[in-house]
């Protein structure tokens, strides 16, 4: 290799650029004390069978909670939101164990077509739409 140095530069802005557009589909709102009061939740209950309850979430602009019940098995899992298409970085994530196996994440994303993952369970997902 001729310049080494050109190698990792040319590496290190890849990742940012791949890290900006994950970014660029957040909302980078902040919020106040008594903002997100009433602010909706979405249900998704995953067990060994699947997305049993809150698959294809459509929702308009604006925050709201997504909430995970992982009800698989050993219940060890990451959940991650990306973009809708393959090879699309994470942009939330959430992790579940067998003494934490539910949670929630305050999303708050542009319109857009995004997925919920799994990461052990790649053909698990379901949709999110954002209008």
Known sequence: MKNPGRKIAVILLLTLALA?????????????????????????????????????????????????????????????VTLDSAGAPEIYSLDTTPERWHGAVLLDLDSGQYRLRLKNSPDVSTGIQIQ
């Open 20 to 80: 900006a557009v994950g970014a660029a589909q957040k909302r980078n709102k902040k919020y106040r004390d008594g903002d997100l009061a009433g602010v909706a939740c979405e249900v998704v209950v995953v067990d060994d069978h699947g997305i049993i309850q809150g698959g294809n979430i459509k929702r308009p602009a604006g925050a709201f909670l997504l909430a995970i019940m992982n009800r698989r098995g050993d219940r060890t899992e990451h959940f991650s």
